[in-house]
């Protein structure tokens, strides 16, 4: 037994169980970590409001065609740098090093974006390409010291809960930014970012020593030796198989999904003028506008929901190897119906369900594949991934649509079916890195059922009157660091449990309330099944009398 487990769950580890299997102990952490997500993403998309008006005052649309490519031409640069950050603080023994770091950086890069917006001088280009490399950075650094944090098992359960708080970030700072924006100006939004960073660092302070040895990385930190410090993003990447495996995912999952947006984005245009011509609609870009609220703001809700109550019910029925296939398979589905079926409402349910499924069930699988990765993968594998790849992805699309139009004049037909073809190849990519995923995990850490220790006693309970019993913690043991046991329990014959017999899951509490006179036996089925769905079971036997008969008989 771990000294974790003698602990009960306090009220908020309680409400936390509600979304994933949280250990009494873990909700601390939990909280912190997921609070940090909130005030990383909010601070990003308050940012993301003032991006748009910066780019067009400096010189029109066309120039964020030109930020892409020189984000990623950037990132050739900034990858070294990190590394030589990572190889500079790696073998602290304070895990919140590196995060806070380039925490810091990035708060500096602000208050200077401050001070040339108050000299007047045109700053558009500039924060266009930083937000893009600000963005991908600190999730990619935020997630790393998340997954530097847990073990295997925890991190699995308790990734789902950070994700809804990254979520509930993304839709705060949607929200905030409209009414701020006019209030504090683009100067005002840049500050109150910088102080949600600011907040950001002390949250991942605080972090450290939360963690309960159970739920807790054991990787020990150790110094490590590299001459060619500078190359070790790209060269750790490169030479690891499962890594560019996962590199070449993000990149044609980056590639399709900007294709469909593009794909949607020429339909829009279209049924827009069809609405104009046929009267239905007096202004183009007024409707525009409400579509593609009403179609962000699906996704938002989409993605929340999926985060809050399907992510971890998929991870527990399919595990990550399973999770992994859940977008390719939505993808494969999607552009094959829009191919064979070009209807615009079909087109836009499609990509929402894309979009919403890639902000929920991918973005956690894919954070959570970094888990059985050694410390160094985890931060320089994830940065130069989630980085130069993924905006590497996006480059490759701006260059196809360009192209594509340009020179050959595509249809939507050819870009659906390119779709189409590229997520049956992204298909059998997730299988793989499934399979390679499970392999690693077992190797690391195998997967044994939970153990039955002790017997229930045989109990007799008075009828007419509420008697408890709960069930010792050493009855159930899980063998596996880091797993979590959930409980239920049902008659016999595996159905529902009479209406008076009530079950606290949590604390292993039965309630029983026989009606007045009831005389009979109970026979109860209690479960213990724990995250990947093994399981172990034992019967308990309750004996009900009526008290005050026994009491006249004895009499």
């Not at 002390?202 to 500078?230: R, V």
Request: aromatic content about 14%.
């Amino acid at each position: 037994m771990h000294p974790e487990d003698l602990q009960s769950h306090n009220w908020y580890e309680r409400l936390l169980n509600l979304i994933s299997v949280v250990r009494p102990g873990e909700g601390k952490s939990c909280l912190l970590l997921a609070s940090n997500a909130t005030v990383l993403m909010t601070a990003y998309y308050l940012l993301k409001v003032i991006r748009e008006p910066l780019i067009l005052a400096y010189g029109g649309a066309e120039y964020k065609s030109y930020a892409t490519a020189y984000q990623a031409g950037l990132l050739i640069f900034i990858v070294p740098l990190f590394s030589m950050l990572y190889h500079r603080y790696a073998d602290n023994e304070v895990r919140s090093t590196i995060i806070n770091r380039v925490l810091l950086f990035f708060i500096s890069n602000l208050m200077i974006f401050v001070g040339l917006q108050y000299a007047n001088i045109k700053i558009g280009m500039a924060f266009y390409i930083w937000l893009g490399i600000f963005s991908v950075m600190v999730v990619a650094q935020f997630w790393a010291f998340a997954a530097d944090s847990y073990n295997i098992r925890s991190g699995q359960r308790l990734f789902v809960i950070l994700a809804v708080g990254a979520t509930l970030g993304a839709w705060l700072g949607s929200k905030m930014a409209g009414p701020i924006l006019p209030i504090t100006g683009i100067v005002g939004i840049m500050v109150i970012a910088a102080i949600l960073l600011l907040v950001s660092v002390c949250l991942t302070s605080f972090t450290n020593g939360t963690i309960p040895i159970i739920a807790a990385n054991d990787e020990a930190i150790t110094h490590e030796e590299n001459s060619s410090q500078w190359l070790d993003g790209f060269t750790v990447v490169f030479q690891s198989k499962y890594l560019m495996m996962i590199a070449i995912f993000v990149m044609i999952l980056v590639f399709i999904n900007s294709t469909g947006e593009y794909i949607l984005a020429r339909l829009v245009d279209e049924h827009s003028k069809e609405l104009l011509a046929s009267a239905s609609i007096d202004n183009i870009k007024a409707w525009q506008g409400q579509f593609y609220s009403s179609y962000y703001s699906w996704i938002t809700l989409g993605s929340f929901f999926l985060q809050l109550f399907a992510v971890s019910r998929v991870f527990k029925w399919v595990g990550i190897k399973g999770a992994v296939l859940i977008l390719p398979v939505i993808m494969i589905i999607g552009y094959g119906l829009m191919l064979f079926f070009p209807i615009f409402a079909l087109i836009r349910f499609a990509m929402t369900l894309e979009n919403s499924a890639n902000y929920s069930v991918q973005n956690t699988t894919k954070h959570a594949l970094f888990l059985p990765v050694p410390r160094k993968l985890k931060y320089l594998g994830k940065t130069t991934i989630e980085t130069f790849f993924f905006r590497f992805g996006d480059l490759l699309y701006g260059i196809f649509i360009f192209v594509g139009i340009k020179y050959f004049d595509f249809s939507i037909s050819v870009f659906l079916l390119s779709n189409l073809i590229l997520a049956i190849g992204l298909f059998g990519l997730a299988w793989k890195i499934g399979h390679y995923n499970q392999l690693e995990v077992q190797k690391m850490q195998g997967n044994s059922p939970p153990e039955l220790m002790a017997t229930i006693p045989h109990l007799r309970m008075p009828s007419g009157e509420l008697s408890k019993f709960s069930i010792s913690e050493d009855t159930f043991v899980d063998p596996d660091i880091g797993d979590a046991l959930k409980f239920h329990a049902t008659n016999e014959l595996g159905k529902p449990l009479p209406k008076w017999v009530k079950f606290d899951r949590m604390t292993r509490t039965f309630s029983f309330n026989p009606p007045e006179g009831y005389i009979g036996e109970l026979l109860i089925e209690i479960i213990a099944t724990d995250f990947e769905g093994l399981a172990v079971s034992t019967r308990m036997e309750v004996t009900f009398f009526d008290q005050l008969a026994e009491n006249a008989d004895n009499a």
